[in-house]
């Protein structure tokens, strides 16, 4: 399957799952030293070929349709790591939800209730406020001092990264689900998984939790 049906198949799967109502949302792949975007305003699960944007790794438009305005998110994520192949934005009602809430801790606006969000996901941190499509969203996620393959958008959503769009989109409904049990149990006396199982788990599927990134390295 190529880049361009992984993604149309990718917009089927988050509308399938719940994760994007209406137009909201979009998605990206990168195809060598290019990056396949959902163009701006696409109902993801009714995607043509012709409403993909083709940017180069530095965000410039090269082809294709308009890009979605928050293409900022997707380069940066691709900046930070070269081993993230597929981004994944989406304003799915629960992360959305706690999203607007104060985080857990500095590492993580998500609390370490199941083992699956520790070991799928792994820490999410939430990022400061600012508009839909500013730059700025870009930046705080690049220069984000965590360890992350996930992070919380403050009152907007979330952004997931994988190594291609299946384990992206994985993440994002698992988070989702990590974000509706944090809501049911918002306000409880709710058990929160000790450190020793979540150091274990962390180390057994390589997830982040707890570790920061060295910020100023060269990005490819």
Known sequence: MS????????GVRVV??????????NLSVR???RILLSGTGVSLGRMRPEQVAVLDLQGRHLEGAKPSKEWPLHVAFYQRD???RAVVHVHSPSTVAVSCLRPWSDHSA?????????????QTPL???RPPGDP????????CPWELRAALLSNHGSVLAGAKLDEAVDRAVELE???RITLLTDGLARRELDADAITALARQWSSPWGTRTTLGTPRR
Request: proline share 12%.
């Open 177 to 179: 689900e990590a974000c």
């Open 127 to 129: 990022l400061p406020y």
């Open 31 to 33: 195809d060598g030293d």
């Open 16 to 25: 399938g799952e719940g994760l994007s109502p209406g137009t909201s949302g």
């Open 136 to 143: 700025g969203l870009g930046e705080d996620l690049r220069d």
């Open 3 to 10: 880049a361009l049906e992984d993604l149309l198949a990718a």
């Open 110 to 122: 998500v609390p370490p209730l199941t083992p699956y969000f520790v070991m799928r996901v792994g």
């Open 82 to 84: 070269p081993g993230h």
